[in-house]
């Protein structure tokens, strides 16, 4: 028989293990992205709590090459579907071929049969074809012609998308805007990073050679195992539960708002606080973790009043100030 005593410590050896592979795998991602360490952070939650995430931020500012980077220093299948006005459910999903020689028709699997897509600029494309990975998002599976397929394990969607009010944008419909995880601002650079940035293409970066940038592979598919493992059992006590619904409710009757968070949102939120707990080194959740999460957990989540916006509302400030209102459990 087992000792437990050894079963315990090789569980706690895995988790730390699996930690120090995320840890080098946002280090790794730094070697080609300047300056986005809250976007990297967030993609590595996502990672952990088997979510998805939209990356908004106006062009050229890496959101491309942010999910580009983290798919090489992952070991793991990757393709990129860039979305444009013509592009249909099919080209995305896949479709069934007719094949000449048997007289039969086959499944041609899709770009979104993969570990991690990257779905570029996915608000360019009209809602039909928006909506064509929302079955993908929610019940990792795709049905085509009537037969559910399941898709690997694990499953990623990393959209980009440009701000609304840019020309030639469809914005994305609130259901599926749900079932993002977490909504990542990347905003313009410093001026100092942006000098890191020039910096390293006059010393010859390129975008598109990352192995030549030096960006390896230093975690897989075993590292996220143990870590969702080890997240899992990150403690949530009574009153922390408590708080989060205490924030999501108080959306839900704020007089900016017209649709507040909804018991999804709740849920998405205790679970990116767990992991962001775990990813700084403790075994329980404490309220900084949840106000960590809250704005990019949230924002997606809520819709603004036209008034509230004609007034220069946001959705990030309405969310600071209920947090600054809700009781803190002490």
Not at 118 to 132: C, F, G, H, M, Y
Not at 273 to 282: C, E, F, I, K, Y
Request: aromatic share 4%; proline share 8%.
């Amino acid at each position: 028989m087992m000792d437990p005593t050894t079963d315990n410590a090789g569980t706690a050896g895995d988790a730390g293990a699996a930690r120090a592979s995320l840890e080098a795998l946002r280090a790794e991602i730094a070697k080609a992205v300047v300056g986005q360490d809250p976007a990297v952070t967030g993609l590595v939650v996502a990672l952990l709590c088997r979510g998805h995430v939209l990356l908004e931020g106006v062009p050229g500012v890496a959101k491309t090459l942010l999910v580009r980077t983290l798919a090489s220093a992952l070991e793991l299948d990757t393709k990129r579907v860039q979305f444009t006005p013509d592009l249909m459910p099919s080209d995305v999903t896949g479709s069934l071929v007719y094949d000449t020689r048997t007289a039969e028709f086959s499944f041609q699997p899709g770009p979104v049969f993969t570990n991690l897509v990257l779905a570029d600029e996915i608000n360019r494309t009209p809602p039909k074809t928006q909506s064509a990975l929302l079955e993908a998002m929610e019940e990792r599976q795709v049905t085509v012609d009537g037969t559910p397929r399941p898709l690997p394990e694990p499953f990623l969607v990393a959209a980009t998308q440009n701000p609304v009010e840019y020309e030639g944008t469809y914005p994305l419909p609130e259901a599926q805007l749900d079932r993002f995880l977490l909504k990542l601002t990347i905003p313009l650079p410093s001026r100092q990073d942006e000098i890191d940035v020039l910096t390293r293409h006059a010393s010859g970066f390129n975008p598109r050679d990352l192995h030549a940038a030096g960006v390896r592979p230093v975690a897989g598919a075993a590292d996220l195992e143990a870590a969702r493992a080890a997240v899992a059992k990150t403690a949530v006590s009574p009153e922390i539960t408590a708080y989060v619904v205490d924030i999501c409710r108080a959306t839900r009757e704020s007089p900016s708002l017209t649709l507040g968070v909804s018991p999804r949102g709740a849920t998405a939120l205790l679970a990116t606080a767990r992991a962001w707990a775990w990813l700084t080194g403790r075994d329980y959740v404490i309220p900084d973790d949840v106000k960590a999460l809250a704005l990019p957990t949230l924002r997606h989540r809520i819709q603004l009043r036209p008034e509230a916006e004609m007034e220069g509302v946001t959705a990030d400030s309405v969310i600071n100030a209920i947090l600054a209102h809700v009781p803190v459990p002490r």
